[in-house]
T-cell receptor
């Protein structure tokens, strides 16, 4: 069966510090991968998605970036965090090339920027 | 703005009663819809999905209804239990579109009263 991991689970960082969040998927090959951000009590905002290694599509302009160095690894980064970057970051995956578009989510990372 | 929205941000329901969560979508080209459940501090969990060639689909204690004429989606939970307390999101997409991207609604919080 497929599983998706995110770490760290929680993170407190000062403004201006760098960020690196990691997501890995097990039990599947060649997935689509996604990064979402969720503000407290709000819906999900798609930040990035990737259909393959080295292929990143950005959905919103921001000071975040994403990379996919391996097939089942997706990384969210920032060189300098802003207060507005605080939130709940969720990674998700979906199967490519099949007649299903369901996305499956990881446990999330709670980021607090002080 | 989002093309998927919810009528009620908070729904209080008595334990044992049935719950109905509503969702409106605006993209008539959308042909795949999903309901997710998100408990506090966790990632969204897939509940049930439906394609546009159907108007009803049933799962365990849950039923999704799709009315394409008025672009309306609903989730019915039978015999609501305390464990059903969570935020519920609807999501839509267009099958086989690039990246299998989903558009999420703002969410409805369901509170189950004992």
């Amino acid at each position: 069966s497929q599983t998706i991991h995110q770490w760290p689970a929680t993170l407190v960082q000062p403004v201006g510090s760098p960020l690196s969040l990691e997501c890995t998927v097990e039990g599947t090959s060649n997935p689509n991968l996604y990064w979402y951000r969720q503000a407290a009590g709000r819906g999900l905002q798609l930040l990035f998605y990737s259909v393959g290694i080295g292929q990143i599509s950005s959905e919103v302009p921001q000071n975040l970036s994403a990379s996919r160095p391996q097939d089942r690894q997706f990384i969210l980064s920032s060189k300098k965090l802003l207060l507005s970057d605080s939130g709940f970051y969720l990674c998700a995956w979906s199967v490519r090339d099949l007649d299903t578009d369901t996305q499956y989510f990881g446990p999330g990372t709670r980021l607090t920027v002080l | 703005g989002e093309s998927v929205g919810l009528h009620l941000p908070t729904l209080s329901v008595q334990e044992g009663d049935n719950s109905i969560i509503n969702c409106a979508y605006s993209n008539s080209a959308s042909d795949y819809f999903i309901w997710y459940k998100q408990e506090s501090g966790k990632g969204p969990q897939f509940i049930i999905d439906i394609r546009s060639n159907m108007d009803k689909r049933q799962g365990q204690r849950v039923t999704v209804l799709l009315n394409k004429t008025v672009k309306h989606l609903s989730l019915q939970i039978a015999a609501t239990q305390p464990g059903d307390s969570a935020v519920y999101f609807c999501a839509e997409n267009i099958s086989k579109a690039a990246g299998n991207k989903l558009t999420f609604g703002g969410g409805t919080r369901v509170l189950v009263k004992p």
